[in-house]
């Protein structure tokens, strides 16, 4: 059993937690996976604003090293999450993955550190996930694609196969990419976007479609 500090009390959070309570009741599980040790964060009105059970532990900016637990990032927001995992890694924090047993994994994919992998996510073959992504639920990877590290991939995005992705990336809502596809380091691809072109870096990709095409259809 291992013992987890999440880092974060909003409601990035409390998803993850009960993930981290359906891993250690539901049917698949045959013994209690992991025991939330506390919380952290330098927000105390997020954590009481979601009435956690797990004790609260203190800032996130004077925390200590506590031995013999792992630690969660959970916390969504890009411009903080690199920046705070970056410092507890300094202080010697241990992370972990956090994987929801509903995923479906291909055994020849790569999974790195300190991810987090919502439920209904689909992973393909000779996937290579970095380290501290968040892969939220009914995303699907395609098989042969690289992700780097600190991306945030939202619900219902579908990442086409061969893709080439770099770090701290937002992907919107459904958001779907041609296979093949290049995107750089520190962009946000809005709700809904299709990426048929490669992105370089520090952009943000949002258009609006210019063309309605409708048909009656005669009875």
Do not use: W
């Not at 900016?61 to 990032?73: E, F, R």
């Not at 959970?74 to 995923?103: D, M, Q, V, W, Y």
């Not at 290579?128 to 991306?151: A, L, W």
């Amino acid at each position: 059993m291992k013992k987890i500090i999440i880092v974060g009390s909003g409601g990035h959070a409390a998803e993850i937690v009960e993930y981290i309570e359906f891993i250690n009741y539901s049917k698949e599980s045959e013994k209690v996976t992991y025991q939330i040790h506390g919380m952290i964060d330098d927000n105390y009105d997020n954590y009481l604003k979601y009435n956690f059970k797990y004790e609260y532990l203190g800032k996130i900016s004077n925390h200590s090293l506590i031995h013999d637990v792992y630690y969660v990032i959970a916390i969504a927001n890009l411009n903080f999450r690199k920046k705070i995992t970056t410092s507890l890694i300094k202080i010697g924090c241990e992370f972990t993955n956090i994987i929801h047993p509903k995923a479906i994994l291909s055994q020849k994919s790569i999974i790195g550190i300190g991810n987090v992998i919502s439920h209904n996510v689909s992973i393909g073959p000779l996937v290579n996930i970095g380290n501290f992504n968040m892969i939220n639920s009914r995303s699907t990877i395609g098989h042969d694609t690289q992700i780097g590290n600190f991306n945030f991939i939202s619900p219902l995005a579908a990442i086409g196969g061969h893709s080439v992705i770099g770090n701290n990336n937002l992907i919107g809502t459904n958001v779907c990419t041609i296979p093949k596809i290049k995107i750089g380091d520190n962009n946000k691809i809005m709700a809904g976007m299709i990426v048929d072109k490669p992105i370089n870096d520090n952009q943000v990709v949002f258009y609006r479609f210019k063309e309605k095409i409708t048909h009656n259809i005669k009875n």
